[in-house]
């Protein structure tokens, strides 16, 4: 069978990483286990062993058939992960295809869930998990940061799969929590947090300007209030997500 590019099919081949993911979910106790991806089932195997209930998705019919005939008790969903009914879950253990690691990433945290062991891109894991002052630091990290605590517990050199991929990956731990600071409004720190890092290295107040009607109500309001506003000059790649949300509330609240 050929491994498809366009579903992201680079497969583990290196068990004892899969054990370790397991590891990190545990202890699994009653836990419902939700696994993206299963592919040929390296990690499916050991969790199957370890939890007492597994869900998995896969969205390529031809491994869904092979899943199936290798685990003949799995509770398989053949289908595409960020569009399938996901049923509530406790732990989720994937390694993810990638091109779809922001999507279904914010698609879990919107479900819920009380730990996440899964592996990523390198670079992308390292955008998820970085903060203010930090090269990789993005749009990614301040989202996610809001909701969850994210790190790196291991990267994963890329010729532990098959095909070989052209970058390394690394597994990354996501235990979602409540926002540890406040926000006045959701969409407008989103679309504050998206109109900083679309020109991360200009100056803020250049930044809100470019977007002042996704934050403002009229251009000069956007002006006479950057005038005043003491973070205008800075860069938002040292501001912490607590700094940029109390920005927004300051903008909404016009103090
Ligand atoms: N878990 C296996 C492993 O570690 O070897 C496979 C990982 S491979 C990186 C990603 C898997 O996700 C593939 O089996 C692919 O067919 C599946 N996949 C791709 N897009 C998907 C989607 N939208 N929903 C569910 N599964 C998807």
Redesign the pocket.
Known sequence: MRA?RR??????TDEEIAHRQVSLAEPLGDDVVLE?????G??TAPLLERSRELVA????RR?GAFLKDRFPDLDLIVG???KVDIPPFQKVVS???FE?SSPITFRLLDLGFQKGVLMYQKEFAERLVSREGQKAYSKLSVVVSYRADARIVETVPKDRFFPVPKVDSAIVEIVPRDPPFRVESEDHFLKLVDALFKHRRKKMGNSVLLHWQDLFETEDEARSYLRDAEWSDERVERMSPAQIARISNGIITKG
């Open positions: 498809s579903l992201g099919q680079n497969f583990l993206i991806g299963p592919g040929l390296v990690l998705i896969e969205k390529d491994l595409d992960a960020l390694n993810l295809p779809i």
